[in-house]
């Protein structure tokens, strides 16, 4: 089962911005993860098409399961 956390940006148009790490450390501590989103936008190093990000909206974990069918 792949786990991916998606951390969710307001941009400076008011639009969502996400941004994906793949297999993360769990579990996930809330408090640094609202630290390093803060970080990540005080940095000012990623740039959308709606604007720089702005403010911290939310994160989550997302469980994927996938099922390979051999069609031969």
Same mark, same amino acid.
């Given at each position: 089962?792949? !786990?991916?956390?998606?951390? =969710?940006?307001?941009?400076? @148009?008011?639009?969502?911005?996400? &941004?994906?790490?793949?297999?993360? !450390?769990?579990?996930?501590? =809330?408090?640094?993860?609202? @630290?390093?989103?803060?970080?990540? &936008?005080?940095?000012?190093?990623?740039?959308?098409?709606?604007?720089?990000?702005?403010?911290?909206?939310?994160?989550?974990?997302?469980e994927?399961?996938?099922?390979?069918?051999?069609?031969?």
């Amino acid at each position: 089962m792949a !786990k991916t956390l998606e951390l =969710e940006f307001g941009t400076e @148009l008011g639009k969502t911005a996400r &941004i994906s790490v793949e297999n993360p !450390k769990e579990p996930v501590d =809330e408090e640094v993860l609202k @630290l390093s989103m803060a970080q990540i &936008i005080a940095s000012d190093v990623f740039s959308t098409n709606s604007g720089k990000l702005a403010d911290v909206k939310g994160a989550r974990i997302v469980e994927r399961n996938v099922t390979d069918y051999e069609l031969v």
